[in-house]
């Protein structure tokens, strides 16, 4: 496999649309660098066999290739309809409570006494993605009487929304602990929290996950967007999910947010992925609107590290030419000259030797016109510093930790390899010459600016920088 030729990394879901080998294969082939995989869907023995396939296609070609394993996390849903279902018009009186007895057109069972213990009187509650609104007119500790704002069908185990509540419940449900241990048993690179509302959350996701794998927080709650420079500084990556962000907010506040959330993650050095209904079309159809098109365009431009497809890839009709349309997407906003002039914008640093030696080398490497930045890394932290200035030149990321080359397939400009450990100075600048030659990013008669930290193997030891010519 040659490099890819974008900076943006693509994200693709996986599920019956995606799961044989040799769809997964040609989904790589399209483009894919980092698969999710879904634990709201399938088994473990499902997912066993996606990890085995996608080690498998990497071992293959010889390229890391990220696994993200994304948790459920404690989705709140009705229960069941006498008929499956009823109709509710707007205007209508509708009570929810703790009760058992099967749902019908005047009340519905709701099983999470941990929303009744938050409501008010005011407070409204989105039914099935806020297809249907109700507001709390009078409530106590296990029930709520409602008005209906806007009528639709209820039905069996359809999600609940509670846009302005923080609830007292945990990210991490039971059924996510066993699926994350058995995703880090499986060697998952990262671990995803869904509905994650404070800092908290992913403090308790942190001492589940350890150093195991990344931990990526989803923003699908507007409580953890009023605190998201603590929740970017205990997480190790973020996702903007606009699917259920946008249920819980105005659709027009939902840009601004990505826009900002980009923003915060590039100042703090942590990859961000832009997700949901990107090219949503591509479900059933094989080509995106315009309006898509540009959606994507758009979070490339404005300096996602990843852009994801979910349902296209998962059950929709067009698997591999949504891949490969967001991956045509993406190198064409690279090859606009706006491009790099629009996220190389100032950025703030911390007075360490390491994020001084990272800027450096992005300016050394452009004022000279160098192929590429080399960054030895062990953690990873090296080159997310590298990413972080946007470089106009790939990076090219070595690591003797197989885990950490996997994890950074997830960052933006990094071609991950994985090496043996380097023996001294003269080692480091050979094994960085010959993997830029062998990797295609750099030719005979070019040079490259190789970063790395002494002692070697030094986790966030960046204090080396180094030019070096591509012999003939």
Not at 218 to 237: F, G, H, M, N
Request: glycine content about 6%.
């Amino acid at each position: 496999m040659m490099r890819r030729q974008r900076s943006a990394k693509i994200v693709a879901t996986l599920g019956p649309a995606s799961a044989s080998p040799e769809r997964l294969r040609a989904l790589f082939d399209a483009g894919v660098d980092v698969f999710r995989c879904n634990f709201s869907h399938g088994t473990h023995d499902d997912h066993r066999k996606l990890f085995a396939a996608i080690r498998s296609i990497e071992h293959d070609n010889k390229r890391p290739i990220g696994i993200l394993a994304d948790l459920q996390g404690p989705k709140l849903r009705l229960g069941n309809f006498a008929d499956g279902h009823a109709a509710l018009a707007a205007g209508a009186a509708f009570r929810l409570d703790l009760s058992e007895n099967l749902g019908d057109a005047h009340r519905a069972p709701l099983p999470h006494p941990e929303v009744f213990r938050v409501l008010q009187p005011g407070n409204e509650l989105l039914i099935d993605d806020g297809k249907v609104r109700l507001k709390v007119v009078d409530c106590g500790p296990d029930f709520a009487e409602t008005e209906c704002l806007v009528g639709g069908t209820l039905s069996n185990h359809k999600g609940v929304n509670v846009p302005h509540c923080v609830l007292p419940i945990s990210a991490v449900t039971d059924k996510d602990r066993a699926d994350l241990a058995f995703a880090l048993e499986n060697g998952a690179d990262w671990i995803a929290l869904s509905f994650v509302q404070r800092p908290e959350d992913v403090a308790e996701g942190r001492k589940l996950v350890g150093d195991a794998a990344g931990l990526m927080v989803k923003l699908e709650k507007p409580s953890a967007i009023r605190r998201l420079q603590e929740i970017i500084d205990l997480a190790d990556a973020l996702m903007v999910a606009r699917g259920d962000l946008g249920v819980e907010m105005p659709p027009e506040d939902v840009p601004t947010v990505q826009k900002q959330v980009i923003h915060a993650c590039r100042l703090a050095g942590k990859p961000v992925i832009v997700a949901t209904q990107m090219l949503e079309s591509m479900i059933h159809a094989p080509t995106p609107t315009r309006a898509e098109a540009s959606d994507v365009a758009t979070a490339v431009y404005e300096g996602a590290d990843a852009v994801m497809l979910s349902a296209e890839t998962a059950v929709g009709d067009y698997p591999i030419e949504a891949v490969t349309m967001m991956d045509r997407i993406a190198r064409r906003v690279q090859e606009d000259p706006l491009y790099f002039v629009s996220i190389q914008t100032a950025m703030e640093h911390e007075h360490t030797d390491p994020d001084a030696i990272s800027a450096a080398a992005c300016q050394v490497a452009a004022t000279v016109g160098a192929a590429a930045i080399v960054s030895y890394t062990t953690s990873g932290a090296t080159a997310l510093r590298a990413a972080r200035e946007r470089p106009g030149v790939p990076i090219l990321v070595m690591s003797s930790s197989v885990s950490t080359a996997r994890r950074l397939a997830l960052l933006w400009g990094a071609h991950c390899i994985h090496h043996a450990d380097v023996k001294n100075f003269a080692d480091m600048v050979q094994k960085a010459v010959r993997a830029a030659q062998h990797e295609d990013i750099a030719r005979a008669g070019q040079r490259i600016v190789i970063t790395a930290g002494v002692p070697f193997g030094t986790p966030g030891a960046t204090n080396i920088l180094r030019i070096a010519w591509v012999d003939r």
